[in-house]
């Protein structure tokens, strides 16, 4: 079963605009992770948030966690075309297990 | 530049056939995870191992697949019989124990005719 629920399902924007997800999910966490995945790629970890942190950056991505509302939300500032790709939530429990979200397919048009 | 390695990346077979998928994890990371992706569930943990034990396998269809890590260096994950439903691609990936970013290797796409 999945912990996270990510929305949009698909997002689709123009080189230069932001994007925007969200992942909610349900039970308590450690911390909440951000991957993204190419195409017939692996996931590659983009950010980590722990559950006593609000807000995470790293370059062009912001991360947002309210634990109250057991959500969370990955901002990508200035989309390039190779941002194009899956955006995966996931939240760690104890043991690092992560628990995957459906994901958000971005697609960020020349 | 260390990372994940997978064999095969791609295996097609048929139904009842053994499959036999095999995981390198960085050196020195001490936990490894075993996960299935399909359009339909999603990304599924399937069982993982910390300092070669299982830890939990919870995930994992007990009847048909098995998940061992001979040495530190290898993991593999086993089917058998397979079935088309097991149609999937099969990431690992390895953490160092302590630490939180999880590295995933390219994936096996099976395909199970």
């Known amino acids: 079963s999945q912990q996270g629920e990510e929305d949009p399902q698909a997002l689709s924007i123009q080189e230069g605009e932001n994007a925007t997800m969200n992942c909610s999910y349900k039970?308590?966490?450690?911390?909440l992770q951000w991957y993204r995945q190419n195409s017939g790629r692996g996931l590659v970890h983009l950010i980590l948030i722990r559950s006593n942190e609000r807000e995470k950056h790293s370059g062009r991505l912001r991360v947002t966690l309210d634990t109250s509302k057991k959500s969370s939300s990955l901002l990508i500032t200035a989309s390039r075309a190779a941002d194009t790709a899956s955006y995966f939530c996931?939240?760690?429990?104890?043991?690092?297990?992560?628990?995957f979200g459906g994901g958000t397919r971005v697609l960020v048009k020349p | 530049d260390a990372r994940v390695t997978q064999t095969p990346r791609h295996k097609v077979t048929e139904m009842g056939q053994e499959v036999t998928m095999r995981c390198q994890p960085i050196?020195?990371?001490?936990?490894v995870f075993w996960y299935r992706q399909t359009m339909m569930q999603g990304l599924e943990l399937l069982a993982y191992f910390r300092n070669r034990a299982p830890l939990d396998d919870s995930g994992m269809p007990k009847d048909r697949f098995s998940a061992e890590m001979p040495d530190a260096t290898l993991a593999t994950l086993k089917i058998q019989p397979s079935e088309p439903r097991d149609s999937a691609v099969y990431f690992c990936?390895?953490?160092?124990?302590?630490?939180?970013?999880?590295?995933f290797g390219p994936g096996t796409r099976l395909t199970v005719l």
């Open positions: 039970t308590s966490i450690n911390n």
């Open positions: 990936a390895s953490v160092l124990g302590g630490l939180d970013t999880q590295y």
């Open positions: 050196l020195g990371h001490n936990t």
């Open positions: 996931a939240t760690a429990t104890a043991g690092n297990k992560l628990t």
